[in-house]
């Protein structure tokens, strides 16, 4: 491969040219690979943290088409509107606003019987209507506990049609108010066609992808969302007595 040669008192290494070039070769190779693995690193990066083409973007007022304010669905008395079952209980619950379908969460029992500390556990399934969201809803009351997993309709997006007749003024402002996004710049904001709701304050909650948690009153909320579907976690939490 390669001999040592001697003239006078200095010392030479000869090199087959073959064995020369192939070395050339292989560090070419290898800083064209780390040159591409470098390039590549980076575009992912660049793609993780293109929040950089985000905005937040927030609904703009809108006028109400409800004509009589006891039809609203949310703090009238409209039939179409399940909201009269729930308010004012000691609860949590979800709306899925583009069919107006209410799901309490059950974190607490209401029974006497079935106080914190007894065992009442249960798990529903249910749909909100033909392009609607789907939801699993786990209660263990016994814990004062609540999962819920939804899966998104193919009408998940929000639609302001279609609630701006069913919401008198006040309502509709407080739902406009919680349903910031972040959105692509340049496009109209998508947010998703769900958000929380304190039935005993009647107090709404953002429930959208830059959300994480809430404490609202005794309860902790957690929250994980992405393009396919949310899971909420719900706890009750109140101040210790110690």
Request: net charge negative; proline share 2%.
């Amino acid at each position: 491969m390669w001999k040592i040669s001697k003239q006078g008192k200095a010392s030479y290494c000869l090199v087959r040219l073959e064995i020369m070039c192939g070395m050339v070769l292989l560090l070419i190779v290898s800083m064209v690979s780390l040159i591409f693995l470098y390039c590549r690193q980076n575009k992912h990066v660049a793609e993780e943290g293109g929040d950089s083409n985000y905005e937040y973007k927030i609904q703009p007022p809108v006028e109400s088409e409800l004509s009589e304010i006891a039809e609203c669905y949310l703090c009238g008395n409209n039939k179409r509107s399940l909201i009269g079952h729930y308010r004012g209980n000691d609860d949590i619950g979800i709306i899925c606003i583009n069919q107006w379908y209410i799901a309490g969460l059950g974190v607490r029992s209401f029974e006497e019987q079935d106080s914190i500390g007894s065992q009442n556990h249960r798990t529903s399934r249910f749909g909100t209507g033909e392009g609607g969201d789907f939801f699993q809803i786990s209660q263990d009351s016994s814990r004062g506990i609540s999962e819920v997993e939804i899966d998104y309709g193919e009408n998940s997006i929000f639609d302001l049609k279609v609630v701006k007749g069913q919401l008198c003024q006040k309502c509709l402002d407080q739902l406009l108010n919680v349903l910031d996004c972040y959105g692509l710049e340049g496009e109209e904001a998508q947010p998703r066609d769900l958000c929380l709701i304190d039935f005993q304050t009647m107090e709404l909650y953002a429930l959208q992808e830059h959300n994480r948690s809430y404490y609202i009153r005794d309860y902790y909320v957690q929250i994980h969302m992405d393009d396919r579907g949310a899971e909420v976690n719900v706890f009750y939490m109140p101040p210790s007595s110690l």
